[in-house]
T-cell receptor, first 113, second 116 residues
């Protein structure tokens, strides 16, 4: 069935370190891929998305590339900040007309000064 | 602009009791979704309203869960009777138009439900 596997946390990095959070998916058809972020005390918000193979989503210095051949959508940032501390969720929507997001388990990221 | 509001933010109840969660979407948003995250696992879809109609309720776990959206404004999610495995965070989201891909979803901060 449909599923998302993402890197287990928690992940702790020093400020200005390079970040990668791995995400792979199992889906039928041609899904659209997302990264959502939940900052402490807030709701989830869309960080970036990609809707077709080889597309790159980017926002706030974060990037992820839709890799159909490896069914992956890894999240990267070149230099993290303390304000990036949050829980990150990889997700997809199947392109078969349903609107359900299928999420991964989330990765808690803590950045230390 | 007010965001998606959920209350209560926390609820602690005993097994067998009834709990009602409420979600107020952004004004004018026809699409309303319920999701939940159980025990730190993945966030799972529960159901989707378009105005007052249930468009997709395939994620509702069993008949102890009842969702309503009378008048197409706010929504309630009632759990009766609550079981231990219902503990988790219940998220509500809304969007103006149809389509999770092209429409921006706005999430509430969730209701943390603890069933003891």
């Amino acid at each position: 069935g449909n599923s998302v596997t993402q890197m287990e946390g928690p992940v702790t990095l020093s400020e200005e370190a390079f970040l990668t959070i791995n995400c792979t998916y199992t889906a039928t058809g041609y899904p659209s891929l997302f990264w959502y972020v939940q900052y402490p005390g807030e709701g989830l918000q869309l960080l970036l998305k990609a809707t077709k193979a080889d597309d790159k989503g980017s926002n706030k210095g974060f990037e992820a590339t839709y890799r159909k051949e490896t069914t992956s959508f890894h999240l990267e940032k070149g230099s993290v900040q303390v304000s990036d501390s949050a829980v990150y969720f990889c997700a997809f929507v199947s392109n078969f007309g349903n609107e359900k997001l299928t999420f991964g388990t989330g990765t808690r990221l803590t950045i230390i000064p | 602009e007010a965001g998606v509001t959920q209350f209560p933010s926390h609820s602690v109840i005993e097994k067998g009791q009834t709990v009602t969660l409420r979600c107020d979407p952004i004004s004018g948003h026809d699409n309303l979704y319920w999701y939940r995250r159980v025990m730190g696992k993945e966030i799972k879809f529960l159901l989707h309203f378009v105005k007052e109609s249930k468009q997709d309720e395939s994620g509702m776990p069993n008949n102890r869960f009842l969702a309503e959206r009378t008048g197409g404004t706010y929504s309630t999610l009632k759990v009766q009777p609550a079981e231990l495995e219902d503990s988790g965070v219940y998220f509500c989201a809304s969007s103006q138009g149809w389509g999770t891909v092209n429409e921006k979803l706005f999430f509430g901060s969730g209701t943390q439900l603890s069933v003891l």
